[in-house]
Structure formats: structure tokens, C-alpha cells
């Protein structure tokens, strides 16, 4: 079968043949549709995070998956039925009490793989097998947008994590602010605007330009970072009472904390490669304490998560997610997917039309 994988040395996405993989028990034989691309793939292929498969000289890429159950292979899954598959997944041979508890996005670094991402290979191929568990049945409507359940999984973890850190006072969130206008950020950016009374995102472009017209389009206010820094969003906006980080600019973990209203969270999910700067340590750690704020990181997310989320694309409208989708490419061809242009929100190798 054709897979789009990264080999050992290389930086560049390389069609290959592979065997057709055989479900083993309890796992699912699924046909692919379609995969997205996101910030992480491009980590990955640039060698910044993420790692190959033991003893493997590439990696299959692709974590953001949606596939139609070929063979059931016994496992209660339907022939035909649409899913989109978790991203962790448990090394072989280890107990590990975080995939005994369903919390495989609580585990620590080494803990687990990552399909597509860290020690196992993606999605990206025209088909995939997984254990029954880690796929998770989505509506029929959502065959061609099913790619953004993964990426808005991340959100509803960090959105419920955000929440539960507030849950212990009357907590009344009416300003939210995304940093960052890549896909992460503009699809939570929608799901924000349905609960903040106002909701702000930052970017770093001029107009004309297509993710400053999402943002417009769903009612949000555009913060250019070249004005207005994240820690002076308050002088020229309003403090805010969450911010959800998705730019991967590492000084921006910082600034959130003086963006914040009192009693407010700041949910960081970049992934920044190492980087020092100077910043007031005593003045941001007085600032956490004297007004109850909360900074937390969240990483990936579990099954739960992505049923939320699927609710979640299920209501977004169909013309805003098509506003998303910029490249549909075919895994033949697949260097326009991988490109990163302004005029790039999410690329999506399609392998069978859905
Ligand atoms: P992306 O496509 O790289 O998007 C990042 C966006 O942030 C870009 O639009 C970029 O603008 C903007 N940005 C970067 N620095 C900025 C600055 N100083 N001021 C204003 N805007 C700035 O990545 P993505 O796929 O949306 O994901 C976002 C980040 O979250 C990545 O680091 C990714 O690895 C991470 N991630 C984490 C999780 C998790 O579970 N924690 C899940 C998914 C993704 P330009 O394009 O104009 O440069
Ligand atoms: C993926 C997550 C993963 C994270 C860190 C994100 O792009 O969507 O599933 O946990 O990267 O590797
Ligand atoms: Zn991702």
C-alpha cells in the first residue's frame, strides 16, 4: 500500500510502499479517507520533537486522522463505520497505570507513543490498524471534516482542565483570548466564541490574509502581537479571563500571566524548542499569587475528548470549515500539504474521497 512517511536523516515527506498491516486481536483493520497536517507534523519532519520507531529507518506520518472500518475483525466495530483514531498509544510490553485508567494523555514523556509523531508509525496510508479502543466512532456527516476532530480533542482536554482549576469559586468567564491563528487556534477560536460574551486572537500578519478573515468572520477581534504584545492586550483591550496559547512562542507562556483578569486561566499548548530570554520572575510570580491565576500546560487528550469534540465539528458550520480547509492534495503529490505559506490553514492528503 502507499504511506507518505519521513525517513532517518531526511526532512522531507517521501511516498513509499508498505505492506498492508493485519488487524492482530481486538484491533480493526481502517481504510483511510482522509489526514491532516498541523504545526506538529511540521516539528516532526524538521526533527524538533518527536522520535522515530525502534529499529525502523522511517516513520509513516500523520496523527489527525479520519477512516471507514474495513474489517471489524471481531471487535463489535461496524464494516463501514466512520472513525477517527486516538494518538497514544501504550509501548509494547509496558504495564502502565495511565492506559489501565483510559488517561493515556496523563502519561509522562517515554510513556507512550505517539502515532505519527513519537516511536510509532501515523495514519497516513491507505489503510491502518489500531485496537478497537483508540477508535472512535464519529457521525457519517463528518467524513470530510472528521480531521478536525483530533486537533479540537487537544482543546476540549485543555478547555475541561481550564475549567476544573477554576471550579472551586463562583468562576464567570465572559473575555477569552486564542494566541495564535493556526488551525489549532482558529478552530478553538470558534468554540470559544460560543461561550465568551467577547473573544480576541493574536497573529502576526497583515491583511489580506485568510485566517484574519476567519477570525473576522466569526465575530472575534484581531490582536496584531506587533502592536500589542499578549502582556499589553489588558491596557488596550481588557484583561482576559482565559487565554488559550497555540503559537509555540515561548515568551507568550509568560505575557499570559499579565493578560489575565484575576481568578483568570492561561491553557499553554505550544510546543516551543528551547529558548532562553529574561523575564520578572518575582513580579510574575506576585502577580499569580496576589490574583488567584492559573497557568496550566495540556497535552493531547482521550477518548472522551474526542467524542466532545466531534459533537463540537458537528456544529460548527460547514462553510467555516471549508474556509479551513486550503490544500486537498493526493498522497502521489503530496509537497503542497506540506507547504507553509500565508495562504496555508489546514492541507489534508485525501487517500479515498469521502
Ligand atoms: P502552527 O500552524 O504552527 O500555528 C502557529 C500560529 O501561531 C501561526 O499562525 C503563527 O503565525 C502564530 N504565531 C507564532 N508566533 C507568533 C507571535 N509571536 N505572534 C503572533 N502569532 C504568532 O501550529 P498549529 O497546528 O496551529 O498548533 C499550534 C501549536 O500547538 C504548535 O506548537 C503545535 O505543536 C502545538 N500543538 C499542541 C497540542 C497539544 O496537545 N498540546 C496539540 C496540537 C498542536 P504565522 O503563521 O504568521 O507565523
Ligand atoms: C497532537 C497531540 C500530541 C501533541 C504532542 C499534537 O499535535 O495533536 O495528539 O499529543 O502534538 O506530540
Ligand atoms: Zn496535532
Redesign the pocket.
Known amino acids: 500500500m502507499r504511506a507518505v512517511a519521513i525517513r532517518r536523516g531526511s526532512d522531507e515527506p517521501e511516498l513509499i510502499e508498505k505492506p498492508r498491516p493485519e488487524p492482530a486481536d481486538g484491533e480493526a483493520l481502517v481504510r483511510t479517507l482522509r489526514v491532516g497536517v498541523?504545526?506538529?507534523d511540521?516539528?516532526v519532519l524538521s526533527g524538533s520533537?518527536g522520535g522515530f520507531p525502534e529499529g525502523e529507518d522511517h516513520m509513516v506520518l500523520g496523527h489527525e486522522a479520519v477512516g471507514r472500518v474495513e474489517d471489524p475483525n471481531g471487535t463489535g466495530l461496524e464494516a463501514g463505520q466512520l472513525v477517527v483514531p486516538t494518538v497514544r498509544r501504550k509501548p509494547d510490553g509496558e504495564t502502565n497505570e495511565y492506559f489501565r485508567r483510559g488517561e493515556p494523555d496523563m502519561a509522562p514523556d517515554g510513556a507512550y507513543h505517539e502515532r505519527g509523531i513519537v516511536g510509532d508509525h501515523g495514519y497516513m496510508s491507505e489503510c491502518f490498524t489500531s485496537p478497537a479502543d483508540f477508535l472512535v466512532p464519529i457521525p457519517e456527516a463528518l467524513a470530510r471534516h472528521g480531521v478536525f476532530v483530533e486537533?479540537l480533542s487537544?482543546t476540549e482536554?485543555?478547555l475541561e482542565h481550564a475549567r476544573a482549576s477554576r471550579s472551586a469559586f463562583e468562576w464567570n468567564p465572559e473575555s477569552a483570548a486564542v494566541?495564535?491563528?493556526?488551525?489549532?487556534?482558529?478552530l478553538t477560536l470558534w468554540q470559544l466564541t460560543q461561550e465568551f460574551d467577547r473573544t480576541y486572537c493574536?497573529?502576526?500578519?497583515d491583511r489580506p490574509d485568510p485566517?484574519l478573515e476567519f477570525i473576522d468572520e466569526v465575530g472575534a477581534t484581531y490582536v496584531d502581537?506587533?502592536e500589542t504584545p499578549v502582556d499589553e492586550i489588558p491596557d488596550e483591550y481588557e484583561a482576559l479571563d482565559f487565554v488559550y496559547e497555540?503559537?509555540?512562542?515561548a515568551?507568550?507562556a509568560f505575557q499570559t500571566i499579565r493578560a489575565l483578569a484575576p481568578n483568570g486561566v492561561g491553557a499553554l499548548?505550544?510546543?516551543?524548542d528551547s529558548w532562553e530570554f529574561e523575564v520578572d520572575g518575582g513580579q510574575l510570580h506576585n502577580d499569580l499569587v496576589l490574583h488567584n491565576k492559573c497557568i496550566l500546560?495540556?497535552?493531547?487528550?482521550g477518548v472522551r475528548h474526542f467524542e466532545g469534540a466531534a459533537e463540537t465539528v458537528s456544529a460548527m458550520p460547514e462553510d467555516l470549515l471549508d474556509h479551513l480547509i486550503t490544500t486537498v492534495t493526493d498522497p502521489e503529490d503530496v509537497a503542497p500539504a506540506f507547504e507553509?505559506g500565508?495562504d496555508q490553514i489546514k492541507a489534508v492528503v485525501e487517500f479515498e474521497s469521502p
Open positions: 498541523d504545526g506538529t511540521h516539528e520533537h486537533p487537544n482536554k485543555a494566541l495564535g491563528n493556526g488551525p489549532l487556534g482558529l493574536l497573529g502576526r500578519r485566517t502581537s506587533r497555540a503559537t509555540g512562542y515568551p507568550h499548548l505550544g510546543i516551543p500546560g495540556s497535552v493531547n487528550a507553509d500565508d
